[in-house]
């Protein structure tokens, strides 16, 4: 399932060369249009690996290292023609293994046969089970692109709405029922990130991921993920938010600490994300609506090294009046590694002790709260 926040997308994990092992995939090639060329790329460590080949008689090779069933992207793109603004492309998801793995394509990627793979095939039932929602979803998605055209902000809700229930049904009817029904599966914890989702919920996915085959947890991306889970325990409501000290805009130190005795909404943005910015004007309702009632905002902003004057434009031009800080690392920002922000914007409701008292509140929701909470 897709999702309307913007993700960064972690796959699985530190390896070193003495536990990686060599997968060789092999495959065959054909279409109706000549392809210029073949890519794969995967996640190997906090890495992506991408690797590129020429057809040679319709046929493809690589050899990789991986430490464990890593899940890659292969991707042909066509000689493009003359009147195309971009070159078409087709692409595919696969397991690869270490071994030996051979793919087979004839006019589709979807209609792909893949052998040598045991995830593989185990993603392949996934599939099906997902592929009505997935259906559902690309229709809410033209649907939405159109009401966002004609600027219809209320059907746009409505939609997002939608795109949420349909999210949590699949999540229990798909990812929940394949855990329950396949606990041994090759694929089983590649399946409880997807249930889990980019905010974990500890004390609903921490009981499935110690069901799970003491190999599979001992993986790197079983550690790893591991590491998630305890995260999400620091960071979960009830929990006391972690301090930390960011430079504002000025380059001085800022410390969470410095609000203590305030209600804080510790935010999570870009200035490069749309989402983000587009709920600005709920947050900034907010501020001005209880900046007077011992209730402020704290923005941790992950622009990118070198946009500093990207992050102060847009706090400008939004008009977000209140504190900033970031140490323009991107992705490798300091407070969202602490804290597992792994998709933007996201939020945390402090209360005047520290205490989280709710997660990702947004639009109406977000005032709602504030009502509630603040007397």
Request: charged share 25%; with cysteine; proline share 5%.
């Amino acid at each position: 399932m897709k999702n309307l926040l913007f993700f960064l997308t972690l796959g699985a994990f530190a390896f070193t060369c003495s536990t990686a092992q060599k997968v060789t995939i092999t495959g065959t090639m054909h279409f109706s249009e000549p392809v210029q060329m073949v890519y794969l790329s995967f996640r190997a460590g906090d890495e992506r690996v991408t690797d590129s080949t020429k057809l040679k008689n319709g046929q493809f090779h690589f050899t990789e290292k991986i430490a464990e069933p890593t899940l890659a992207t292969l991707m042909a793109r066509f000689v493009p023609v003359a009147d195309e603004q971009r070159p078409h492309v087709e692409r595919m998801q696969m397991f690869m293994e270490p071994g030996t793995m051979n793919i087979a394509i004839k006019d589709s990627m979807d209609l792909a046969k893949v052998t040598g793979s045991k995830s593989q095939k185990a993603l392949e039932s996934l599939n099906k089970l997902e592929k009505p929602y997935n259906e559902k979803e690309e229709a809410l998605s033209k649907q939405y692109r159109q009401y966002y055209l004609a600027k219809d902000t209320a059907a746009m809700k409505n939609l997002e709405e939608e795109f949420d229930n349909l999210s949590k049904e699949a999540n229990e009817k798909v990812y929940h029922h394949y855990l329950s029904q396949n606990p041994n599966s090759p694929i089983a914890l590649y399946v409880l990130e997807q249930y889990a989702g980019y905010d974990i919920d500890a004390q609903k996915v921490e009981p499935l991921f110690q069901k799970l085959p003491s190999a599979t947890r001992n993986l790197p991306s079983g550690i790893a993920f591991k590491k998630r889970i305890e995260t999400a325990k620091k960071t979960g409501i009830g929990a006391y938010a972690m301090n930390f000290t960011q430079n504002d805009t000025l380059a001085k130190p800022v410390s969470l600490s410095d609000f203590k005795g305030k209600y804080v909404l510790l935010d999570f943005w870009a200035s490069w994300c749309g989402p983000c910015r587009a709920e600005n004007p709920n947050v900034v309702k907010a501020f001005n609506n209880y900046k007077d009632k011992n209730f402020t905002v704290l923005s941790v902003s992950l622009d990118q090294p070198g946009k500093k004057q990207s992050w102060l434009d847009a706090i400008h031009k939004d008009g977000l009046t209140w504190t900033h800080v970031s140490d323009l690392k991107f992705w490798d920002n300091a407070v969202a590694k602490e804290y597992g922000i792994r998709a933007i914007p996201q939020n945390l409701l402090l209360d005047p002790t520290g205490k989280i008292i709710a997660k990702n509140v947004r639009g109406e929701e977000l005032e709602k709260t504030l009502e509630e909470v603040i007397k």
